[in-house]
């Protein structure tokens, strides 16, 4: 028997505030989401970039990169002492499929068009997002939010307008990069409803080859084969900035962040994206360009802020902080 509690009991802290830890202050469920999310639209803006400075087939260059994301995702699960199952990949096989398809003919849409051009009708997404976020979920977005959003709207109008005639926009790349638009969005709210308790190493680890299988027919059909070391080189850079990192950064957001909520943060995505163009593609940006992206800015950290003001409580619980936690989340799984 122990002896009785002679200290003041201290209630434990709400979800998503702070809490001390050794004596500091931790940030709140909510802040950490909205890093995560800071951190996915920097990757995810490199990622027409890459594509196209890999200059590879573009279904190969999909599927391979799929092959070594699941590769590296799973290593990172079974590291951890636990092991994929036929439940878990259940739970991931409506967004791998999705996932899948995204990949695929955002690869082939990037190669067969400008950045600008893809990364406008990728910006499209909040308009299908917000709607699918309210209607399933019952998410809500700060109304002076959304308002300060139309800055950054504005912004990346102004950079994919005022871009140079000049480029290498196709109409099969607009049909493509709008497929994958409609994709990512399936896969988007198929993320929210499908992932129950599984943390964002398991359910990354399950979906991912289910994704793969997505694309092999892709693969066969376009004659398959395998990359350059210069293709490889971009594969392995895509693994690592989107697949590892931006991928399972959003996952991980879901959490604290609504679906639509991020879909508007990631409006930021064209403006970055036009940047990287500049600095690794050779191509131009004018005043209005660099006057639009900050505008983006400005619009996206006035977004964020009235945001985290007028909603801090997390959708869902909080990622599991230690193997225990992750027990306990997974025994219905």
Not at 18 to 30: E, F, K
Not at 212 to 219: G, N, S
Not at 239 to 265: N, S
Not at 270 to 286: G, K, V
């Amino acid at each position: 028997m122990t002896g009785p509690v002679t200290g003041p009991m201290t209630a434990p802290a709400p979800v998503g505030s702070r809490r001390l830890v050794s004596g500091r202050r931790t940030p709140s469920h909510h802040t950490v989401g909205w890093m995560a999310v800071g951190f996915a639209i920097v990757a995810f803006s490199l990622g027409s970039t890459l594509v196209k400075r890999a200059d590879s087939p573009p279904v190969l260059l999909a599927f391979w990169r799929m092959v070594s994301t699941s590769i590296v995702w799973n290593v990172v699960l079974l590291s951890t002492g636990r092991r994929p199952s036929l439940a878990k990949i259940k739970r991931g096989a409506i967004p791998g499929i999705l996932f899948g398809l995204n990949i695929t003919t955002f690869f082939i849409g990037a190669t067969n068009n400008s950045v600008a051009n893809a990364e406008l009708i990728g910006s499209l997404t909040p308009f299908l997002i917000v709607p699918i976020g309210a209607k399933l979920f019952g998410e809500s977005i700060n109304r002076k939010a959304l308002l300060l959003a139309l800055i950054a709207f504005g912004g990346v109008g102004l950079v994919l307008l005022a871009a140079p005639a000049a480029g290498d926009s196709s109409l099969k790349g607009n049909i493509f990069c709008a497929l994958g638009m409609l994709a990512w969005t399936g896969y988007v709210a198929a993320t929210r409803h499908f992932r129950g308790p599984l943390d964002v190493v398991e359910f990354m680890a399950s979906l991912l080859p289910v994704a793969t299988l997505t694309i092999l027919p892709f693969a066969i059909a376009s004659g398959f084969g395998n990359l350059t070391w210069h293709g490889w080189k971009y594969t392995l850079l895509l693994t690592f900035v989107t697949g590892l990192g931006a991928h399972g950064l959003i996952v991980f957001a879901q959490r604290a962040i609504g679906i639509g909520t991020i879909g508007v943060a990631q409006v930021a995505q064209p403006a970055l994206a036009a940047l990287w163009s500049y600095l690794l593609l050779s191509e131009t940006l004018n005043r209005l360009q660099f006057l639009g992206m900050g505008l983006v800015l400005t619009g996206l950290l006035a977004f964020i802020v009235a945001n985290q003001r007028g909603n801090r409580h997390p959708l869902l619980p909080a990622e599991p902080t230690s193997m225990a936690e992750t027990a306990v989340a997974n025994e219905d799984t």
